[in-house]
């Protein structure tokens, strides 16, 4: 047996795995989608019937739209912020750096339900916080989570505090590995901070910002506990975004054949995503 084969004999038993654990539901969503499903049970033959009857939905342009705003503001939001804090906080001295970074970093790492429901009961009308201070200040009461423009606002605002974390990670690490030679030279050439900058820093940092603005959009895009935690997809369909729209199509409907018809689009255009953050993990700058 040739070195070759024995190699390929190792990796039979993990891809067979993989295979089964990862392939298997994708093959078996693609087969599922092409059939009417009737409370679960796979009818007859239909093709493409469930793609255009999804794509025909007078609802769905509205979930695109609301998904597209929420996914593009919050990535926005996260980067802009994350960059500016990463740029402060490698400015710092090393203890008070990493006193900084542990504190941005707990919502990171703490479960996504508890960071919402935490968020939640803050802004939850009668009994949160943020009602609470505003009355102290005389102010007039705003529900919050019943506004259509506050529920999507306070839905960014979630993405944007729970994804913080990661985001300033990617930029610090991305900093760190620039040269000190080149802001020296910068600097004895007459560069001011802002030139510094845009000339130096921005484009050294230009493959780390690709690949977090990637993340944080796959992210975004396939987060299904914010919404169904903070807001439900409401008020009415005000936060109704394509992973509360799969849910509730599959689970609160029990339209199974558009649920997966459209869960298998999330997940080509996850593909795609996904090669994309491989090709520019290999990018040097």
């Known amino acids: 047996m040739t070195s070759r084969s024995t190699g390929l004999l190792y990796i039979v ?5 993989l295979l089964l654990v990862l392939f298997s539901p ?49 990535v926005i939001l996260t980067v802009a912020i ?23 970093i707990i919502p990171w790492i703490t479960s996504t339900v508890v960071a919402t429901l935490l968020f939640k ?72 901070s802002w030139q510094t900058f845009q000339h130096i820093i921005l484009p050294l940092l230009k493959t780390p910002l690709l690949l977090v603005v990637i993340v944080l959009t796959l992210s975004n895009i396939n987060t299904v506990e914010s919404p169904l935690v903070l807001t439900g997809g409401g008020p009415g369909s005000a936060t109704r975004i394509l992973a509360i ?5 599959a689970f609160v409907n029990y339209d199974l054949a558009s649920a997966t018809s459209l869960a298998l689009i999330m997940f080509l255009c996850n593909v795609l995503l996904v090669l994309a953050y491989v090709r520019l993990s290999k990018w040097k700058v």
């Open 13 to 17: 038993p993990a891809f067979s795995a």
């Open 82 to 104: 994350s960059l500016a804090l990463a740029l402060w906080v490698h400015s710092l001295p090393p203890r008070r750096g990493f006193l900084v970074q542990m504190i941005v």
């Open 245 to 249: 729209d799969v849910f509730d199509r």
């Open 121 to 192: 009961w803050v802004f939850v009308s009668d009994i949160g916080m943020a009602m609470s201070i505003l009355r102290m200040l005389n102010l007039p009461d705003i529900q919050f989570l019943n506004d259509p423009n506050s529920a999507m606002g306070l839905l960014i605002a979630v993405s944007v505090w729970k994804r913080l974390g990661y985001a300033l990670i990617i930029l610090l690490a991305g900093l760190k590995s620039i040269p000190e030679d080149y802001i020296e030279a910068a600097s004895l050439d007459g560069a001011g």
């Open 26 to 74: 994708v093959f078996y969503g693609v087969w599922f989608s092409l059939h009417h499903i009737r409370f679960g049970t796979v009818g007859n033959f239909v093709g493409l019937r469930n793609y255009s009857y999804l794509l025909t939905d007078p609802t769905f342009s509205g979930t695109i739209s609301r998904t597209v705003f929420h996914t593009s503001l919050s």
